[in-house]
Every structure is written in structure tokens, then in C-alpha cells.
């Protein structure tokens, strides 16, 4: 089964600073997917991926396949971006659903 | 837009009630999930369906059931509701089983059991 991890758990930052999430995995996997839930408990999905990079707005996800490491990037971010972001993989096979990590809780101070 | 529907955002029930969870997606997708979310412990599958009367179980079936007769609605059961289940659930569909294809979800139902 894969093993995901994120890191921070939590990252309280200014508004207009740079945010990096990560998140790696242990086994291969077709795609890897960044979720965004807000207080309330709606997702949304950011992105998903399964080689190099993509860019929405302000949002920057890149994933290396050899290194099973991706990052999500916030440029310029803003208070509106606070919520908790999840990384989520599906598997290299068979239709069993998502793996997550336990999510990044970004608080952006105005 | 693709929809996700789930009928409650908040339940309280009682223990040994059994209760319905229903789910609903408006694109013809093929793949539909059950997931919960507990702090500390992320989201887990509970049960999935990747066609109608199809179900296969998740990582956490025990205490769950599943029903899906027709292909746009997925239905969550708790037998007999514990406060154990007591928790955030969501649902999700995509297009394919899960290669390449993007997950919707809905906008989650937090479950209480007293």
C-alpha cells in the first residue's frame, strides 16, 4: 500500500510570501492529484498530474516521478488561500480509489 | 460543471439508528467512493463502485454497507450507527477507474452519533 506524506502539517505565512507544500510517496502511481478543502469540508480539485508541471493562476504543481516527490506552489498568496491542502495518488493499477496524505493547514495572515 | 451531490451537509443520529447516506453525480461517471475524514488520520475509503450493483470494500468497510442501483447514485449505510462513526464523510466520482482521470467531490456530510 502507498505510504503519503506532507509536509508542513501546519505553515502559518504573510500574505504575498511564497508557499511550498510537499508531498511524497513510497510505490509508483499513474497520477497524483492536489486537493484544496475549506472550513466546511468541501473539496476541490486543484490539479492532477503525472509528469512535470502545471500552472493555474497563481498555483504551481510539479511532480518528479523518479524521486516520487511533488510539490504544490502559491505565488503571491493571499488570505483567501487559507485551507487545508491534500495530496492524493492513484494507484499504478486497478480502480481502488485514492491514497492521501493527512493535508498542509496554511494559514495566510493578512 | 461537474456535480456531486450529498443529501445532508449535517446529521445527528442516534446509536443503532441505521442511516443513509446518499450521493448523487450528474456526469455519467462510471467510478463513485465513500471516504471519511478524521483529524489526525486523513481520508480513507470505506467502500467503492466502479459499476451499477458493482462494489468492492475499502480500507475501513467494517460497519458499512453499499448500495448503488443506479449509476448516478452511490448510497452509504451504517447498519447500526455507532459513536465510533461518528465523523466527516465523503463522496467522490471520476470519469474511469482512476487512471489519469480527475476526482469531483461532494461537499461532505459530518455525521454525528450520540
Given at each position: 500500500?502507498n505510504?503519503v506524506e506532507q509536509s ?12 511550498t507544500i510537499n508531498c511524497s510517496y513510497s510505490?509508483g502511481i499513474s497520477a497524483l492529484h492536489w486537493l ?10 486543484l490539479f492532477m498530474l503525472s509528469s512535470g508541471k502545471k500552472?493555474?493562476?497563481?498555483l504551481i504543481a510539479t511532480i518528479n516521478i523518479q524521486e516520487k516527490h511533488s510539490s504544490l506552489h ?11 491542502y491534500i495530496c492524493a495518488v492513484s ?8 491514497t492521501f496524505g493527512?493535508?498542509t ?6 | ?114
Open positions: 500500500k505510504e508542513p502539517q501546519n505553515l502559518t505565512a504573510q500574505e504575498g510570501e511564497f508557499i510505490v484544496q478543502q475549506h472550513p466546511g469540508g468541501g473539496i476541490v480539485s500552472k493555474h493562476g497563481r502559491i505565488t503571491a498568496s493571499h488570505p483567501r488561500d487559507s485551507a487545508v494507484p499504478g493499477g486497478g480502480a481502488d480509489g485514492l493527512k493535508g493547514h496554511l494559514i495566510i495572515q493578512p | 460543471d461537474v456535480k456531486v451531490t450529498q443529501s445532508s451537509r449535517y446529521l445527528v443520529k442516534r446509536t443503532g439508528e441505521k442511516v443513509f447516506l446518499e450521493c448523487v453525480q450528474d456526469m455519467d461517471h462510471e467510478n463513485m467512493f465513500w471516504y471519511r475524514q478524521d483529524p489526525g488520520l486523513g481520508l480513507r475509503l470505506i467502500y467503492f463502485s466502479y459499476d451499477v450493483k458493482m462494489k468492492e470494500k475499502g480500507d475501513i468497510p467494517e460497519g458499512y454497507s453499499v448500495s448503488r442501483e443506479k449509476k448516478e447514485r452511490f448510497s452509504l449505510i451504517l447498519e447500526s450507527a455507532s459513536t465510533n462513526q461518528t465523523s466527516m464523510y465523503l463522496c467522490a466520482s471520476s470519469l474511469h477507474p482512476l487512471l489519469y482521470t480527475e476526482a469531483f467531490f461532494g461537499q461532505g456530510t459530518r455525521l454525528t452519533v450520540v
